[in-house]
């Protein structure tokens, strides 16, 4: 039912009898305690319209509507029906303690009722509960038991029971009284508890026979079951559209989504650090231009643009409007038919899956579509659909899937991917390759492994039954997040707490599959042992040993070495044909254009020079490192092919525009990188020495030490107008 909601008042025992415990063990105080925060962040974090009250009784004081005469002493309202929220959570952490007084827990019931009646009269809950947590160690009265669980059933408000032992009889447990930690251990139950215990059993059993004593829990097992953080309930939002097939045929549907991806509310925002109060923190913000005096820009001045490569192809709102897809609207419209076999699993894309079912109110509809999924499902074929959400989304394409269950049928829609969407790879087949062929001892190795890992087993009655239910397991991001939120809110000065013990457990392999794969793991190391490969360090050519005796050998060699790259380097095979430098990778465009030989060595320079200075047109580092590895590029290029006056000249001019052109930054990055002028030792041709070449990064620096002499050195104060 839309908007319905549920009223619980949570009703907590907090007498002296709940501090005593057995030695070693937690008291029934705290774990009740625990229960209590566990269910109140549930309910805080699942974003519920649940309200929420919480009655103490044992206290030392008393607050309640029927505190008359007398009567009803020592229980305390401590919070009247509300949504849950952080501020209750930090009341339960801090003020909540263990008192001095007993209560009757039936007179406290009494209370719980009467506040429910009261604060929800006028309101529409489809729920109305009280849990009751207490160790039953008080004298209660029976007088009006009857008049009392009547009046539960009038008012139809349902009981839970929540005690730190077992509802089994004393005498049927025997020894285990201490395992269940009774008030006095090792004596079983006291009196009271045993006449209570009776009196929450008739209770129970008079409001459900079949299965009220199902509604008792022990705090232990209400601890456990509740640490997993309840999911943000979602109210299923239907999609009506046209099942489309042809021209001529249209059935009536609606969609839900089955499966999706649930992404936490971002609720992160800018707050004062000393206030916390986000209405204390403004955020401005301005738009100025990339020049010495950041001049400002209106907003209205400014238009999107869409980065290619080094260039930005400006869009204004009204391109961008013109540029969106346009469509008639939401459709699911049959394309054809194709066999389930052809549609493969690893082809299923997108973040949710879509449920079709035909309305409630049109048998018409449900007779039509209920023919489609089964004559589908008979010829094992799917139907191939175009998907679109509303106006605003692009369109799918898809498989819808027949589902025919127990209670319902319905056409299941997975996206499947666009020709772009698809990756392509080539690799080597294993198969004709002797060296990485397994024999049959590996290959058995392997089965073995597989075998004793499987998460499928058979049960007494030979039905297989998973051993990792993965739908049960909660994401431990969001769990992880819960708990440090709850953490910090009513913590707030100390450190994080550690991952909780159940969530890593429940991530683990489960212990029967790490005993049953030992030994094939074993057997896996015998079979396939790994070996530490040493490096090898890069031989030297004979060029740098023998000196330039070998020069044809080697020239021979790196000719062999090129045509071998070329032959095997599947990069160029997939980049296709370049034709020039372009912007998205210049160096490797650049070294492919050098290899093609289809341009003259002087045009490719000229293109790759182009591109630098376009990318160094940017002021930034990503595009700085880019243009450096440009330059290492021509560097390597000149070097090979023999020619360094391109390569000199280019990096001569681009150092004397640094200063004018405010490009220190690039500047040092290449001083950084080495990246020096090519000198005679390296190509004959060249006009600049080693030394020359060495001096070159550092000349600058060492020009301005020079520029700077002090009066107090007269020898070279006399050398300069000596040069003058």
């Known amino acids: 039912m839309a908007g319905a909601r549920s009223a619980l008042v949570l009703c907590m025992d907090v007498g002296f009898s709940m501090s005593n415990s057995a030695p070693g063990e937690e008291p029934p105080f705290e774990l009740a305690k625990k229960v209590i925060q566990k269910f109140v962040q549930r309910q805080v974090f699942s974003e519920t319209k649940d309200e929420l009250a919480l009655v103490l009784f044992g206290t030392d004081s008393t607050k309640n509507s029927l505190n008359k005469d007398g009567q009803y002493q020592n229980i305390t309202v401590h919070r009247h029906l509300m949504l849950a929220d952080f501020e209750l959570l930090e009341e339960i952490e801090n003020q909540i303690h263990p008192e001095s007084q007993q209560a009757d827990w039936l007179d406290a019931l009494v209370v719980c009722m009467d506040l429910l009646q009261t604060e929800t009269q006028g309101k529409k809950y489809d729920r109305l509960n009280i849990a009751l947590l207490t160790d039953l160690n008080t004298q209660a009265s029976p007088e009006h038991l009857d008049v009392i669980i009547e009046n539960l059933k009038q008012a139809g408000i ?19 009284a201490d395992r269940r930690g009774p008030s006095h251990p090792g004596k079983g139950l006291s009196r009271e508890q045993k006449s209570s215990l009776d009196m929450v059993k008739h209770v129970m059993l008079s409001l459900d026979e079949e299965d009220g004593l199902d509604q008792i829990y022990t705090f232990r097992n209400a601890v456990e079951q509740l640490c997993m953080f309840k999911r943000v309930e979602r109210r299923p939002m239907a999609w009506p559209c046209l099942l489309t097939i042809g021209s001529s045929l249209s059935i ?99 973040y949710q899956v879509i449920k079709m079912f035909a309305p409630k109110d049109d048998e018409h509809a449900g007779v039509a579509l209920s023919a489609v999924i089964r004559a589908l499902d008979e010829l094992k074929m799917v139907a191939i659909v175009r998907y679109a959400y509303d106006r605003r989304s692009n369109p799918q394409i898809g ?51 597989i075998d004793s890992m499987m998460l499928v087993e058979e049960d007494e009655d030979g039905e297989q039954k998973d051993m990792l239910k993965v739908h049960h397991i909660p994401n431990p991001a969001f769990q992880r997040h819960f708990q440090c939120l709850h953490h910090r809110a009513v913590n707030p000065g100390t450190p994080l707490p550690p991952m909780e013990a159940w969530l890593k457990t429940v991530l683990e392999r489960p212990e ?15 079979k396939f042992p790994l070996t530490e490969v040493e490096k090898k360090k890069k031989p030297k050519t004979s060029a740098q040993i023998f000196g330039k005796d070998s020069e044809e050998q080697d020239s021979k060699k790196a ?67 880019k243009s450096i590895t440009c330059i290492q590029a021509f560097r390597e290029q000149s070097v090979k092919l023999g020619n360094a006056d391109l390569y000199n000249s280019y990096l001569q001019s681009l150092k004397r525009s640094i200063p004018n052109r405010g490009l220190e930054v690039f500047w040092d990055l290449l001083v950084q990188d080495a990246i020096s002028l090519i000198s005679k030792d390296e190509v004959e041709g060249s006009t600049v020495s080693k030394n020359e070449a060495n001096q070159f990064l550092v000349a600058e620096e060492k020009k301005q030490e020079a520029a700077a002499p002090t009066a107090e050195d007269p020898e070279d104060f006399d050398d300069l107008l000596g040069m003058m």
């Not at 916390?276 to 955020?283: A, M, Q, W």
């Not at 260039?311 to 049959?334: L, N, R």
Request: a negative charge; aromatic letters at 10%; one cysteine or more.
């Open 158 to 176: 349902t009981l839970q029971f929540f005690l730190p032992f077992p509802a089994e009889d004393d005498e049927e447990s025997g020894g285990d």
């Open 252 to 350: 009536r549907i609606v969609g839900y989504k089955a499966v999706t991806e649930e992404k936490l509310k971002k609720t992160w925002v800018t707050v004062d650090a000393q206030t916390n109060h986000k209405e204390d923190v403004k955020r401005e913000t301005v738009y100025c231009l990339d020049d010495d005096n950041e001049t400002e820009v209106q907003k209205d001045d400014t238009i999107q643009g869409f980065r290619y490569g080094s260039d930005i192809v400006p869009f204004s709102k009204v391109d961008q409007e013109q540029m969106k897809y346009k469509h008639d609207g939401k459709c699911f419209a049959v394309l054809g038919f194709t066999k389930q076999n052809m549609i493969h699993r690893h082809q299923f894309m997108g």
């Open 399 to 449: 498989a819808a899937f027949p589902c025919i269950k127990r209670d319902y049928e319905c056409l299941m829609y997975v996206q499947l991917p666009f020709m772009e969407d698809l990756r392509q790879f080539t690799f080597p087949s294993l198969e004709n390759n002797k060296k990485f062929t397994p024999s049959d001892s590996q290959l058995s190795a392997v089965d073995s492994l």
């Open 512 to 526: 029967v599959i790490s005993e049953r794969c030992q030994a094939p793991l074993e057997e896996m190391k015998k």
């Open 559 to 625: 000719k062999g070495d090129e045509e071998e790259e070329e032959e095997y380097n599947l990069a160029n095979i997939a980049e296709g044909s370049v034709t020039s430098v372009g912007s998205v990778n210049p160096a490797r465009d650049f070294c492919t254009l050098i290899k093609q030989k289809s341009l003259s060595f002087g045009e490719v320079c000229q293109q790759l020079t182009h591109r630098i200075e376009q990318l160094l047109s940017n002021k930034n580092t990503h595009y700085y490192m």
